[in-house]
């Protein structure tokens, strides 16, 4: 009986879904010029991350013990059907949120011992953000919303900010629209320019959340090869995205189904 009892203890504990981890020795890389760029160097880590939202007695977890690491130099896609997770999990390492329980590693620092100023000073020097929604301000001009980052650092001095600005403009090749608003500029250019914002501080890691979603065939086109460029200058970058097409243009990529890695 007691040899009967231990076997079925061992059955369970197989049956149990084992959090993923990512391995860069598993990954399947399309080419040997993606393999040339391979690094040992992880510049997130996620371990067992939890998200649980309390609404008054109600729970809802959304993601499930995740672990996950991101290496410099990656090109990564996270896929997933709406409600999976995904954009849950693109903020909690954007440091936008925290997870519930679980580590997190960020370019070799512990996020959850960071208070929250220390946290956005880590933002904003790490990670550029690109919304879904483009997020630009109406009332500034293009090169004014490029700008906006750099009031969260030490670039006090208005030219330099201007400066810089432009130059970031210019590697998105819209420097012919740096004084117009939001509303003379079509999709893609608004695109382009949340693209140049997230630039300004010359962050290592991109995240990108659904950054085609908005936008016709060509113009999502256009912007998935600006961001192969900036990847292939050395950027490391990840993807939210829903699209196939989209998501197989990453050197890898990761699925999320009902909160879990799968």
């Known amino acids: 009986l007691k040899i009967l009892e231990s076997h079925l203890r061992t059955q369970l504990l197989l049956e149990q879904p084992y959090p993923k981890l990512r391995r860069r020795e598993n990954l399947p890389y399309p080419n040997l010029k993606d393999i040339n760029k391979m690094s040992n160097k992880t510049v997130i880590e996620l371990e067992n991350i939890n998200k649980i939202y309390q609404t008054g007695k109600n729970e809802l977890q959304v993601l499930f013990d995740i672990c996950l690491q991101i290496y410099e130099g990656d090109f990564i896609s996270i896929v997933g059907p709406s409600g999976s997770g995904k954009t849950t999990l693109l903020n909690i390492m954007a440091c936008?949120?925290?997870?519930?329980?679980?580590r997190y590693i960020l370019g070799g620092k512990n996020v959850k011992s960071k208070s929250k100023d220390d946290l956005s000073r880590l933002r904003n020097k790490s990670i550029g953000f690109i919304f879904q929604s483009f997020n630009l301000i109406s009332r500034h001009t293009a090169i004014e919303n490029v700008q906006m980052p750099l009031q969260y650092s030490n670039v006090?001095?208005?030219?330099?900010r201007a400066e810089r600005a432009l130059k970031c403009l210019e590697l998105v090749d819209l420097t012919n629209r740096a004084?117009?608003?939001?509303?003379?500029?079509?999709?893609g250019q608004q695109q382009r320019v949340a693209i140049a914002r997230s630039l300004i501080n010359n962050p290592d890691i991109i995240l990108a959340d659904e950054p085609t979603g908005n936008l016709d065939s060509k113009t999502s086109?256009?912007?998935?090869n600006l961001l192969k460029r900036l990847h292939e200058s050395g950027k490391t970058i990840i993807i939210i995205t829903h699209d196939?097409?989209?998501?197989?243009?990453?050197?890898?990529?990761?699925?999320?189904k009902d909160g879990r890695i799968i």
């Open 96 to 102: 936008l949120d925290r997870p519930t329980s679980g």
């Open 156 to 160: 006090v001095n208005k030219k330099e």
């Open 179 to 187: 004084k117009h608003h939001p509303n003379e500029l079509s999709g």
């Open 221 to 224: 086109a256009d912007i998935i």
């Open 244 to 256: 196939e097409s989209i998501a197989k243009e990453a050197m890898d990529t990761i699925r999320i």
